[in-house]
T-cell receptor, first 110, second 113 residues
Framework: QQPVQSPQAVILREGEDAVINCSSS?????VHWYRQKHGEAPVFLMI?????EQKGHEKISASFNEKKQQSSLYLTASQLSYSGTYFC???????????FGGGTRLMVKP | NAGVTQTPKFQVLKTGQSMTLQCAQD?????MSWYRQDPGMGLRLIHY???????DQGEVPNGYNVSRSTTEDFPLRLLSAAPSQTSVYFC????????????FGSGTRLTVV
């Protein structure tokens, strides 16, 4: 079953912060985050494994609450280059299937 | 290092035709998978493979076949193309299915008329 992402779309000004949420109804092995620019392939941002952790990647970080089966992606001090569609992918407990949410379209304006 | 290579980049098929989408990776990844992405939508898993000789179905396998005879190659075959299969197809590979990030190919844009 696909995870649910929210919000579906976000518009920011440069320097503003955003949070994208991802939730699943099933137990998870891991959560992945990807960014896709228009007309391009998704690009891997980070992975969070079960055990509950938080990771950072420049000004983009994420958390994973294993008990709640939820993950959040935090974008701070957004830049124009952050624009794109963000997808969370959740891997089932068997660790063999990665399914993606519907995506969150992020637009950063000057 | 080429990463994940998909061919062709574009293809137009007539309803009922068959074709094979090619995917090759040179990173010695054990795990490979195929996704389709419809306009404005997320990625849906078609088939995946955890290693040579092993394949399994994903969320939307109907109308597609796969095989994995080598670690490097994971072709996707459309048996009898239908307009509903018009989509962008992405191949992805990883060291492990759930514990490592995926590298995606650049995609094949398929139109079935």
């Amino acid at each position: 079953q696909q995870p649910v992402q929210s919000p579906q779309a976000v518009i920011l000004r440069e320097g503003e912060d955003a949070v994208i949420n991802c939730s699943s109804s099933k137990a998870l092995y891991s959560v992945h985050w990807y960014r896709q620019k228009h007309g391009e392939a998704p690009v891997f941002l980070m992975i969070l494994l079960k055990g509950g952790e938080q990771k950072g990647h420049e000004k983009i970080s994420a958390s994973f609450n294993e008990k709640k089966q939820q993950s959040s992606l935090y974008l701070t001090a957004s830049q124009l280059s952050y624009s794109g569609t963000y997808f969370c992918g959740t891997c089932n407990n068997a660790g063999n299937m990665l399914t993606f949410g519907g995506g969150t379209r992020l637009m950063v304006k000057p | 290092n080429a990463g994940v290579t998909q061919t062709p980049k574009f293809q137009v098929l007539k309803t009922g035709q068959s074709m094979t989408l090619q995917c090759a990776q040179d990173m010695n990844h054990e795990y490979m998978s195929w996704y389709r992405q419809d306009p404005g939508m997320g990625l849906r898993l078609i088939h995946y493979s955890v290693g040579a000789g092993i394949t399994d179905q994903g969320e939307v396998p109907n109308g597609y076949n796969v095989s994995r005879s080598t670690t490097e190659d994971f072709p996707l075959r459309l048996l009898s193309a239908a307009p509903s299969q018009t989509s962008v197809y992405f191949c992805a590979s990883s060291y492990s299915s759930g514990g490592s990030g995926y590298t995606f190919g650049s995609g094949t844009r398929l139109t079935v008329v």
